[in-house]
């Protein structure tokens, strides 16, 4: 009697088991500068890019989603390497609890903007510092979270084209294109949804000290990651 108990018991517990293991939320970080945490959108909770992927995630998966933002406005690839409390160490603490967890990078308009009026010397020592910060973070990132993650580098949108931008632009996503590839992170091409839609996706055209993407901007930065999460 006592053995038909306990396999009754088992029986009973395994359905459970399962059931609790199905529901275990999918967690999103979020990693990066001024983009990462929504600067530009009307309400950055709910309309930053942050808040609308994990969205399409949920109807992706079918699984709740938890979101953590780690970005950080004016964060380079250096800050964020080295900064005072580096957003790579609380990334990496995030990842190690998190197995499977999603990813997303937006990472070095800022190292652009700051030899924006520099020399094209000046500006080809940044590319460089930033193919180099950018693969050490993501072989990090992926040191810290196990095979499994799943992780998508943005790659930058241009609010004012013209000849000079879009040539550091361009050069810029060149080397997000090729480390993340060498890192087997996904691109999301910002550069190709934004296009011909600066003035709708971007406030520059109305406010030229703005380059952050509006409320349909950051809609559509959502939508570039979801397309490279699935592909």
């Not at 009973?12 to 999918?26: K, R």
């Not at 709910?46 to 004016?74: F, I, K, N």
């Not at 790579?88 to 800022?110: F, I, K, M, W, Y």
């Not at 030229?208 to 950051?218: V, Y």
Request: negative net charge.
């Amino acid at each position: 009697m006592n053995l038909l108990r306990a396999a009754v018991v088992v029986l009973c517990l395994i359905p459970l088991a399962v059931s609790c293991g199905s529901e275990q939320p999918l967690t999103y970080v979020s990693l990066g500068d001024s983009l990462a945490v929504g600067v530009g959108s009307s309400d950055p909770r709910e309309r930053g890019y942050a808040p609308v992927y994990r969205r399409l995630l949920e109807e992706e998966t079918g699984r709740d989603v938890r979101l953590v933002q780690l970005g950080l406005s004016g964060e380079t690839s250096e800050s964020f390497l080295r900064g005072a409390d580096p957003q790579l160490a609380r990334a990496e603490d995030v990842l190690r609890g998190s197995p499977g967890a999603v990813v997303t990078l937006s990472l070095g308009g800022n190292d652009l903007l700051r030899v924006a009026d520099g020399t094209d010397a000046r500006r080809e020592a940044a590319l460089a510092g930033y193919a180099g910060n950018l693969d050490r973070i993501l072989k990090s990132l992926r040191d810290a979270s196990g095979p499994e993650a799943r992780f998508i580098v943005l790659a930058l949108y241009n609010p004012a084209p013209g000849s000079f931008t879009d040539e550091w632009t361009g050069r810029l996503n060149e080397v997000v294109r090729e480390v993340a590839g060498r890192n087997g992170a996904a691109v999301a091409p910002a550069d190709e949804a934004f296009r011909g839609r600066e003035a709708e996706y971007a406030h520059y055209a109305r406010y030229p000290w703005d380059i952050h993407p509006t409320d349909r901007g950051h809609a559509a930065l959502a939508r570039a990651f979801a397309e490279a999460s699935e592909a």
